[in-house]
């Protein structure tokens, strides 16, 4: 089986639907194999998206991602990183999420998208280390 790192991003925290993405969660068949609640600060919002270091929404995008508590789980189960990327939805929660995913069901938008998925194996084991050091 496979590991992914899934947020729960501040607006979701904020809005009361940690319980809501936990159950769609479980409700799939993955599985939950670490869970935090956690305040970010930049280092680790900087390093956790240093993809996007060079995008316009860099610096919006941290401090949204610091703004608030977040839930850090590390999920597992075959084929782990897709199957949370389908339920969350695509990344913009109108133009590209569809009806019925996390996103699509709760967002409005692209920032405020509600959760983050690791795109690859490779990002989930590098974004696990961030978060869960221990793990
Ligand atoms: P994550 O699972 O959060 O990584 O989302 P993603 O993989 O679907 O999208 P991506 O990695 O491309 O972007 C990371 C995050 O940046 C998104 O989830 C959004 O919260 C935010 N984001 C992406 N594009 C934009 C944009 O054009 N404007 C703003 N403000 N935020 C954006
Ligand atoms: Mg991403």
């Known amino acids: 089986s496979e590991r992914t790192l899934v947020l729960v991003k501040p607006d979701g925290v904020e809005r009361g639907l940690v319980g ?7 409700r799939k068949g993955l599985k939950l194999a670490a869970l935090e609640l956690k305040n970010v600060d930049d280092e680790l919002a900087g390093q956790h998206y240093a993809e996007h270091a060079d995008k316009p929404f860099f610096g919006s995008l941290v401090e949204f991602i610091t703004s608030g508590s977040v839930v850090a789980a590390i999920v597992e189960g075959e084929n782990a990183v897709a199957a949370f990327r389908q339920i969350a939805g695509g990344t913009h929660p109108v133009e590209k999420a569809a009806p019925g995913s996390i996103r699509g069901d709760y967002g409005l938008e692209v920032q405020y998208n509600l959760v983050h998925g690791s ?11 961030l978060w869960f050091p221990d793990r």
Do not use: F, T, W
């Open 119 to 129: 795109d690859s194996a490779e990002s989930a084991e590098r974004e696990i280390k």
């Open 20 to 26: 809501e993405v936990l159950s769609r969660i479980e």
